[in-house]
């Protein structure tokens, strides 16, 4: 069976490409904090390997879904015998060269045309609003199979309680922190897509058993590369011949392993942040110095407090 796809939809600055990003662990996509800085779709697979198991399509968010659903309904009222989602459909058909339609015929055209499930993104930070149900009840129209997950924000999302009530009537419902989200419940999001669509259940549960065996064999490998590295920098050594200036000598042969010791850190910690997918980590730190010196002084120890057990 082919990898199920689901089009990620919703008002814009909803942070479904955040979604997204966490879901694929793919922090390469590109996240702009402008509203609506997405316009086009966009789809990106959640790879184990060569195999493919799902592929999540990042869409526009809505842009006139009043406007789309009073034709809609129009349509509906006009046709005694078309079915709403025929009348999407017609929608679909009618606005697809219009420019004032543009972003929901985006987001629409992979649910119609590829037959991809919904994940109907909200921020839990912001107030529900009535506006928000027209883009509801358009996607509850095509039929396809859907899900809502709301994008919380740590103790910011103060709105969660009042849109998981608005969406219960069409939607499942999920809360999912894309942020801070790690793997247990990046898992959990993915098994609770299982109910969504009776078809889907044997994929989600070949793809979280995947999921669940590739999370164990990153963390063995993590391990193996931190375990090579304390091995590597308690054995490293630098040796010269002796000089007549047993200081200045001690000094530079002192800073030359300290130079190798940070480099095989380096060197670990980019094996780390590989395993985990995080090729655009975008890190703000400083070298490691208090008063001048770093943590190799035995004196920065005493004024740190540490015994050299505690700063191993």
């Given amino acids: 069976m082919s990898a199920p796809a689901l089009a990620v939809v919703g008002c814009v600055n909803m942070g479904k490409s955040s979604i997204v990003a966490s879901l694929v662990e793919d922090d390469a996509i590109l996240i702009e904090s402008e509203p609506g800085s997405t316009t086009r779709c966009a ?7 060569e195999h493919a198991v ?4 990042d869409t526009p968010g809505f842009q006139n879904a009043r406007r789309a659903l009073a034709w809609i309904e129009q349509h509906l009222r006009s046709n005694d015998e078309v079915s709403a989602p025929a009348a999407v459909r017609a929608f679909h058909r009618e606005h697809r060269d219009r420019p004032a339609f543009s972003h929901e015929i985006q987001l629409l055209t992979p649910i119609l045309e590829n037959g991809a499930g919904i994940l109907y993104v909200v921020n839990g930070t912001q107030p529900y609003l009535s506006r928000y149900e027209a ?3 358009i996607l509850a129209m ?19 309680d009042a849109w998981e009530e608005a969406l219960r009537p069409w939607f499942k419902v999920t809360r999912f922190d894309a942020h801070r989200a790690g793997s247990e419940a990046r898992l959990g999001l993915f098994a609770s897509l299982r109910g969504v669509d009776d078809s889907w259940a044997p994929v989600v549960d070949e793809a979280l058993r995947r999921l669940a065996a590739e999370r164990e064999a990153r963390h063995d490998l993590a391990a193996a590369s931190i375990a090579h590295l304390l091995i590597d920098a308690l054995t490293m050594e630098e040796r010269a011949p002796l000089e007549t200036d047993r200081d200045a000598q001690t000094r530079r042969l002192s800073e030359r392993l300290f130079d190798r010791l940070r480099e095989r850190e380096r060197k670990s910690r980019l094996e780390v942040e590989t395993l985990y997918r995080h090729h655009r980590l975008e890190r703000h730190e400083k070298a490691l110095a208090l008063v001048g010196t770093d943590l190799f002084n035995q004196d920065q120890w005493r004024i740190l407090g540490l015994s050299s057990t505690q700063l191993a």
Avoid at 43 to 49: E, H, P, W
Avoid at 54 to 57: D, H, N, P, R, Y
């Fill in 135 to 137: 883009e509801m009840r």
């Fill in 142 to 160: 095509t039929g396809a199979p859907r899900m809502a997950v709301i994008n919380l924000h740590g103790e910011d999302s103060v709105h969660a």
């Fill in 43 to 49: 789809s990106y697979d959640l790879r184990l390997g």
């Fill in 54 to 57: 799902f592929t999540l399509i």
